[in-house]
């Protein structure tokens, strides 16, 4: 039986649908290209040092903001699921990478990664919009996409290899077989023993994705292209931000824009195309780890069985600058929560302890009863401090280990702040400003493509649309 939540989500779901008919024709003509290069703080854009050629060639013949605004939870998913929906994590649902749900007294949540976008996201997207207006959208490793069908093309992150995109840039000997399989799911090869290749590195990864975008907009021509290279936020994860690793995967970020832009120059519809370059958050400095679950088990909250957590009257789920603290058994909340608000507030390099129940909508998240993946706590570190959430060892914070860089941290964080450039069809040229919101990116790209988003809280951009 299909849980009652889902039915009421789709039900929802499907109420909004109906409002995509659009006053006026979608623009059939119309192509946007909308990339998101992992972590790209504003701040380090904004050193005119670093070399990033075709991103300031963007930006100096189109529009180019000194800050992007993202949202909380300052992290991957959530920020990239605003970016399509124009919507903060209180209204679209995502709050971690991936859907999250509570398991029951006495266990941890569990975090399902690949789950189908209709029970992960909760509103229309821009691309669904597109889709059903008669549009084409494709999509080369954006989140929260799993099985939307509304999709035309795909290169997932975890790639099918009998999909439709991947088979044909084999046959074009775009990639061969063997660089499917390696940014395939882990399994033997169909009807053999043959373990898949070793996967991709990340640097892989990102110019196989690159040839991905190119070989789709060349090829098929959607009207909205959805691109994310990932590379710069692992490199800045692991090396921290601002470190000669961190600036050599920008540049090499800004090496594959050029790739991508010389594609759509190459199919002649650079005039009637929109570009628009953005980010999902900024990133800090890290150099402690904070173990929020160690300190559960040493209040006698949280149970181990070797590195397996055996039992919890409370877990803490971390997302490097922030986390979230649930009470398993929702019949010992009243007892639990002075104990678990006490227990981190007093907490060596913990910044704040928010009750989600009062404090979360002003900070665009949810309540535990809105959403069940939020926690009754909400927690956020103090600067060069990150959690994360093993359970194991009798530490509660220590000096971080090979991570130098993470985000999550207050979306008010001028450091969490992103980079936004948009050049190109209906764009205006020459414009600097100083501040745009994120939630503001998927009106935009609708006005572009002459569809309707009307389940949006965000609004076209009019200081960065030429006047109609």
Known sequence: MIPCRFLRRAAALGAALIAFLPAR????????????????????????????????????????AQAMTIVNPAITWPNHTSLVTGVTPQKHGVLYNGYVTRQGPGKPIKNEQWADKKILVRVPTVYDAAFHAGLTTAEVDWV????????TWSFAEIVDPTAVLPREMVAA???????????????????????????????????????????????????????????????????????????????????????LLRAIDASGLREKTTVIVTTDHGFKKVDHYLYPNVALKKAGLLRTAGATIAQCDAYVGTQGGI??????????????LPKLKALFTGMEGIAEVLD?????????????????????????????????????????????????GTHGYPATDPELDGIFIAQGAGIRRGVKLDRV??????????????????????????????PR
């Open 25 to 64: 024709a979608a623009h059939a003509d119309a192509h946007v290209v909308l990339i998101s290069l992992d972590g790209f703080p504003a701040y380090l854009w904004r050193d005119e040092t670093l070399a990033l050629p075709h991103l300031r060639q963007l930006a100096a013949g189109g529009v180019v």
């Open 144 to 151: 929260a996409i799993t099985r939307p069908g509304t999709i």
């Open 173 to 259: 000997g775009v990639a061969t077989e063997k660089e499917i399989l390696a940014v395939a799911a882990k399994k033997p090869v169909v009807g053999t023993n043959i373990e898949p290749p070793k996967r991709l590195n990340a640097a892989e990864r990102d110019e196989l994705w690159t040839r991905a975008a190119s070989f789709v907009f060349t090829r098929h021509r959607p009207n909205l292209l959805m691109f994310h290279p990932l590379n710069t936020d692992g490199q800045h994860h692991r090396f921290g931000p601002n470190s000669p690793e961190g600036l050599a995967a920008l540049r090499l970020a800004d090496r594959y824009v050029g790739d």
């Open 323 to 336: 986390a979230f603290v649930y009470v398993t058994d929702p019949a010992r909340r009243g007892e639990l």
């Open 356 to 404: 989600a129940a009062t404090e979360a909508p002003a900070r665009g998240l949810p309540t535990p009863a809105e959403n069940e993946a939020m926690g009754e706590l909400i927690l956020h570190p103090k600067a060069g401090y990150a959690f994360t959430g093993t359970a194991t060892g009798d530490i509660v914070h220590g000096p971080s280990v090979n991570y130098g």
């Open 437 to 466: 919101r994120n939630l503001d990116v998927a009106p935009t790209i609708a006005r572009l493509l002459g569809v309707a988003l009307p389940t949006a809280d965000g609004r076209a951009m009019e200081d960065v649309l030429e």
